[in-house]
């Protein structure tokens, strides 16, 4: 007779094996996304990556849309996640946005699979209607991490005055073309273009508007 301390046990153990399970699979998904592309990506493909049985997948998404849509969000949590944590210590509003856009483009350009997964799926997941599902996104919390710290910065005095949303936009636009590009051209210097950006930004903002 099993013990209940037994059974929950049993339990834990399958919930931990279930986890570690999903994670190969969608670590396998970034990889062939990155690879292939979105049209190209099946579970079939997926599985002969994993070394495991489509099946298995189907276990655990039931179909490519959920899986792919499980990679984006976990990347982009973990992208803002690291994000936040690299604003913690730093006291000014210039530190903490200083710090953000290098550790974001450091954190995601050594890692271009991931960027390159991330926009298969953005570019590529419909909704019923056909539209692209993550494009009307509202909400965008890379942005707005971005645009808290500008409007910090005019709030407490360092920053000028100008558009905080249409400046985090710029900022935005510029980074993600950058990582676009790193991924197909290997002469692009991520160390540059990061003191490039900053500069650029910082020499805008501090003056603001004239």
């Known amino acids: ?9 049993q339990k834990s153990n399958r919930s931990f094996i279930e986890q570690a399970r999903r994670v190969q699979i969608i670590e396998a998904t970034i990889d062939v996304l990155a690879k292939h592309g979105y049209v190209n990506t099946s579970f079939a493909k997926i599985a002969k ?49 200083r710090s953000l856009i290098e550790a974001d483009l450091t954190y995601m350009g050594t890692r271009p699979k991931l960027f390159k997964a991330l926009v298969e799926v953005l570019f590529s997941a419909r909704d019923a209607k056909g539209f692209l599902e993550l494009m009307d996104n509202t909400e965008q919390p890379a942005i707005s991490m971005v645009e808290e710290m500008l409007q910090l910065g005019q709030k407490n005095g360092e920053f000028g005055e100008f558009d905080t949303h249409a400046t985090a936009l ?4 510029a980074r993600d073309q950058f990582l676009a590009q790193l991924s197909m051209q290997s002469d692009d210097n991520l160390e540059v273009f990061s003191k490039t950006l900053t500069a650029l930004i910082f020499s805008y903002i501090t003056k603001g508007e004239k």
């Open 49 to 97: 990556h994993a070394g495991i049985s489509a099946s298995l997948i189907s276990y655990h998404f039931k179909n490519k849309e959920e899986l792919t849509m499980e990679v984006y969000q976990t990347i982009d949590s973990t992208r803002v996640a690291n994000m936040l944590a690299s604003v913690t210590g730093h006291k000014t509003a210039a530190e903490k946005l």
């Open 1 to 9: 007779m099993y013990s209940k301390n037994s059974m929950d046990e």
């Open 170 to 173: 710029i900022i935005d636009g």
